[in-house]
Each structure stands twice: as C-alpha cells, then as structure tokens.
C-alpha cells in the first residue's frame, strides 16, 4: 500500500474548548500527579523514533452528525452516530488514488436514539442506543457488494417475551423512581456500551442506570441483572478471556466481577480506586494481564494482574492536555482518543512504554476508534490502519508502520 496523506490531514495542535452538552465526560480535570509516569524517561522517544512512520490515508466524510461508535468485520467499517443511524464502510483496500471515489457508504440500520456502542458477531450486528435499547440485526449476504446487502431487525433487547414474562410476576419489578417500577431486565437509561464474551455465547451492557445485564445470544434472553453496580453512570466494559468482567464508572471506580463455576451470577472480586474523575474507557492487553483505564484526569493508568491474579496499579502514561475518551489495543500497541483532538499510539516492555506517534487532524474530539493489522502491507516493519470517529462528524483512517521491538 502506498501511502498518502489528504489535504485536509493537517498535522497542528490546537485548543478545544467543548460545551458539548450530551457529553459531560468532555471536561478535563487535573492530572494524576501522584501516580508514577510511565513514560517519564521517554520524552526524547518520538524525535528519536525515525523508523516510525504514519499517515493520514484518507477521510470518510458524509456524517451530518458527531461519530459515537465502530465496529469492524472484515472488510467493512461499521460507524454509529449521534443522528440514530448505522451506516457501513466498504474501505479495505484502501485505494492508492485519493480521486478514485471506491470508498463508499450507506445507511444499513435506523434506530430509535443515539447509537453509543457496536458489536458484530457473525451474522448479527447488536446496537446500543440513547432510548435505553439494544437492537440486534440481521446481516445477509456479508460477503457481496454491501449495496446489495439486507439488513433486518432481529430483535430489541429486552426482547417482548422477555418482558412480558417479567411483566406477570411481581418479584420480577424493581422500584427505579419514587413512583416508577420495571421489570429488571429494561434498561431505563442510556447504553453505553456492549462487550463480547470471549465464547460469544454471552452479551454484556451497561449503561448510564449503573446496572450490568447479560444477555445470552442465542435466544437474546436477560440473564443476569446486577442492579447498583456502582454508584453512578457506567461508561465503559472490558471482558477478558478467563472470565474477569471490568467496569468502568462515572464515580470514579473501576470494578471487577467474575461468575464463578457452579454459580448463577456474577460476584463482585476487587474495586479499583485510583482516578479522581469519571472514567470513559477500558481496554485489556491481548493477554488479559494488563488493563487501560482513561478518565477525565487526562491519564491512562496501566493495571497490571499479579501472581494472585489480582489488578495493581504500575503507573500511568501521560501526554494528552484534555479528557481521555476511548482507549483500544491491538497486538502490542495501546491507541487512547482524547478530547484534546489527538489519537496517541503507545508500546511498553517491561513498565517502560513510549509515546511513537501523536496523529492530529480531527477538529474535534476523539470519541472511538478501533484498528487491525494492515494485510495488504508486506515490508520489515508491521502496518496497522487505525479508525478513529470524532465529534466533528469525521472518520479518519491512518496508516502506522511500526518496527520490531
């Protein structure tokens, strides 16, 4: 792949001051100046880093309102938005001509309130949304043109058997205001956000009510409810592959959970409590021994699982000037997205990590992102094309190409 840059990629540092008012997670706090760096001794990293390389390769425009959420499957881009809608990318390969139109999108799915989160598995895309729902399609023929491809809705989640099942037996209602009740499989406030277990046979969402619900895929049915989960709204969940459920909260707090073998529901294992301001995003190393908290402190603090198998704090990385917003992880690089326009690209060995590249061309903050391993690219160094979505309406694709360690 060759690559390029798009004229309007331009590389600046600029302030933003956002008064964006559905999004109060905007507001950057003071740092965690207690909590040792670890990126203290590597400030030189990024000039020195001259084999590192890293390009804007083009920008998916046409989104009349702020990007909330990707997904990837395959070749194709996934992209939720504040407007309702789920529209899909067929960006892979990249072309090499910026003039070459080969890079088009459409609306696949319409909800009924902001798309928060997105998750493909196999042939069914889930949704989370703004009105308290999460809304499960139907993908056909992946494969082909996605001009051609249908897209049916499957199910709402609760789904109607669910909740009228719920409905006819009273220990099933939970009191949710003083003069309101629900069945405990509704959510009654905002999504935020969906994760996979890692059999996918299991669902789990939170959401701006602090509770976790798991939901079985098969059938869509409410598992488990945990109810006060914290103590204000979740943003964030993370699983990893032995079972451990990560929570990230509003107040402040980082909860783990586990359903232990022979038990029905999840128990509650260890709380993290370093942040001083609400946490935004959670990612887990490829191995599940690390995990990546953000928050509005403007840190990214590094947990580490010890020989008892339990989360302590290493340290964190520090760079970006407002709100952290989104963190993800592929292979051994860690991406955070913050409100301050910018998508960090981080590598460790042994608590000493460095900062490779800073990538700036948004106008406006980074609210998710996702990336895979470039396999079009065949030299020496490895590439990984980033997706990152902001709220000025953008989608941008960028090209990193990293050397060995």
């Known amino acids: 792949m060759i690559l390029h840059s798009n004229g309007d990629c331009q590389f600046h540092s600029a302030c933003f001051q956002s008064h964006f008012s559905a999004a109060p997670s905007l507001t950057s706090l003071p740092s965690l100046q207690s909590v040792t760096s670890l990126t203290s001794q590597n400030h030189q990293s990024l000039s020195n880093a001259s084999t590192i390389h890293y390009h804007c390769l083009t920008t998916l425009k046409g989104h009349n309102s702020y990007v909330s959420a990707l ?11 504040s407007d309702r809608a789920i529209r899909l990318w067929d960006c892979n ?11 088009n999108n459409s609306i696949v799915a319409v909800g009924k309130g902001a798309v928060k989160s997105l998750v493909v598995l196999a042939d069914k895309l889930f949704s989370a949304h703004q009105d308290h729902k ?8 992946q494969e082909h043109d996605h001009h051609q491809q249908k897209y049916t809705r499957l199910a709402t989640l609760p789904t109607l058997g669910d909740r009228a099942f719920r409905l006819l037996m009273p220990k099933n209602h939970v009191q949710i205001r003083r003069h309101k009740t629900s069945t405990w499989v509704h959510h009654v406030d905002t999504v935020s956000a969906l994760a996979l277990a890692s059999d ?6 939170v959401s701006w009510d602090r509770t976790i619900k798991v939901w079985r895929t098969s059938d869509f049915k409410c598992l488990e409810s945990i109810r006060n989960a914290h103590e204000d709204a979740i943003n964030a969940v993370a699983l990893s592959e032995d079972g451990h459920v990560y929570t990230g909260s509003a107040d402040k707090k980082i909860k783990v959970w586990r359903k232990n073998t022979g038990e029905k529901k999840h128990s509650l294992v260890s709380t993290l409590e ?6 935004n995003a959670l990612a887990l190393s490829s191995d599940g021994l690390v995990l990546y908290s953000g928050a509005c402190d403007r ?7 010890d020989r008892n198998g339990n989360m302590e704090l290493a340290g964190a990385l520090r760079g970006h000037t407002k709100s952290i917003l989104c963190i993800g992880v592929v292979s051994d690089l ?18 000493n990590y460095s ?3 800073i990538l700036e061309g948004h106008k406006g903050p980074v609210k998710c992102l996702t990336a895979a391993i470039d396999e079009y690219y065949n030299d020496s160094h490895t590439a990984y094309l980033i997706y990152s979505g902001s709220l000025d309406c953008d989608i941008k694709i960028w090209q990193i190409l990293v050397p060995p360690h």
Do not use: M
């Not at 996918?200 to 969402?205: H, R």
């Open 71 to 81: 997904a990837l499957a395959g070749k194709f881009l996934y992209v939720g938005s």
């Open 93 to 103: 390969p990249l072309t090499t001509q910026p003039e070459q139109d080969i890079i």
């Open 134 to 141: 999460i809304r499960v399609w139907k993908i056909n023929n």
């Open 200 to 205: 996918a046979t299991l669902l789990y969402s």
């Open 274 to 279: 370093k942040h001083n301001s609400g946490i």
């Open 299 to 305: 840190s990214i603090l590094v947990w580490e699982k």
């Open 334 to 351: 860690v991406l955070s997205g913050s409100a301050d326009k910018s998508i960090r690209i981080w590598r460790g060995v042994d608590r």
């Open 355 to 357: 900062c490779l590249a």
